[in-house]
């Protein structure tokens, strides 16, 4: 039986640490609250973040990482990116040397422009074959109900990418394997920035026409920039692409979708911060897209008209009105 560590217990590693343990691993998830881990040990479940869903019973939970990280072959890593150095740094000694590190976080690192996958191999020194993403059209509470989902693990070792899979599927979460990280991890982060403009969209009162103009060109823009950083085109096309961002700008129980919703009826972005009570990845991670697009010579304006309003550079009517108001051209895919 494969030993699996998730750190942490909030509602997508608890998720993750679930489809794990349901396809048949040994499961320790990191919870730093003492009420959520006794909570998960002894009435199986998190009513913190899934309330109503019966957690299995291989599933056990610690509030020491040390702890939950001993012996584990895969060390599945679910917090927001902009904590991922410094928590990390304090986790890396307990990583077992031939651990394989998942990381299921969709963001970009503000400060530095890196990638979920390069802060691990720079703050642990654990080679990119060893380090792997989870990313596709995963909406937590969905497939903690059991509802059928899939994604896409990516890894420059096929073999570890294989390895992952067979200890995540089950008969209601399907593991892809790839080796584009670059272009998943891509695929990830800007969804969020996307999905937040399809919100404002929403809370303006806008319709399936706009939704579908931002999600068109917000892929567009996302293609852009992959290529320009060497990612796969065909990448964004699959399930950490265009299946990513078509859900996380559809559902209501999307967390960028649902701030951005919170911006676009009047909400400051604190007030949307504390109605939306879980991290939004695409709030912090937006100008840190822009900058990246920046670097390599590539156009967002979808990213920087919410990078502006995020910023209060921007009202959310004038947001709108940017986009529209932008020189005609030819529309060519990834233009």
């Known amino acids: ?63 020491s990482a040390a702890e939950a990280l001993e012996g584990a072959a895969h060390v599945v890593l679910s917090i927001p990116s902009q904590t991922l150095r410094t928590n990390l740094t304090a986790w890396a000694p307990h990583i077992g040397g031939d651990a394989v590190v998942v990381s299921l976080m969709k963001g970009i690192e503000t400060h530095s422009g890196l990638r979920m996958t390069q802060v691990i191999h720079e703050v642990t020194g654990i080679p990119a074959e060893r380090i792997a993403i ?19 693990i990516a890894c420059p070792d096929e073999t570890a990418a294989a390895s992952v899979q067979k200890t995540c599927h089950t008969h209601y979460f399907r593991p892809y394997t790839g ?3 670059t272009g998943c991890e891509l695929g990830g982060a800007v969804k969020n920035v996307i999905a937040l403009a399809v919100g404002l969209a929403a809370g303006l009162g806008l319709g399936d026409n706009a939704r579908a103009l931002l999600i068109t060109r917000g892929l567009a823009e996302t293609s852009r920039l992959g290529a320009a950083m060497g990612a ?56 840190a897209v822009l900058d990246l697009a920046a670097a390599h010579g590539v156009e967002m ?16 009517p004038d947001a709108a009105a940017a986009l529209m108001s932008r020189t005609p051209k030819p529309e060519r895919y990834g233009v």
């Open 1 to 63: 039986m494969v030993r699996v560590a998730v750190l942490s217990a909030g509602s997508w590693g608890t998720t993750m640490a679930k489809v794990f343990a349901d396809a048949g691993s040994d499961v320790m998830i990191h919870a730093r609250r003492p009420e959520v881990a006794d909570a998960i040990n002894q009435r199986h479940e998190n009513p913190s973040y899934l309330p109503d869903v019966t957690l299995p019973d291989r599933l056990r939970a610690t509030t």
């Open 134 to 152: 989870l990313s596709g059209p995963n909406l937590a509470r969905e497939i903690a109900a059991q509802q059928p989902a899939a994604a896409v």
């Open 179 to 181: 080796t584009d990280v």
């Open 232 to 287: 796969d085109p065909l990448t964004f096309s699959g399930l950490a692409g265009a299946g990513d961002l078509i859900a996380t700008c559809s559902s209501p129980l999307s967390r960028n979708r649902t701030f951005g919703e919170h911006l676009g009826r009047g909400l400051s972005v604190e007030e949307a911060t504390v109605a939306t009570k879980q991290t939004a990845e695409g709030v912090k991670s937006c100008r």
């Open 301 to 316: 304006p979808i990213t920087e008209v919410v990078s502006a309003v995020i910023a209060g550079t921007v009202s959310v």
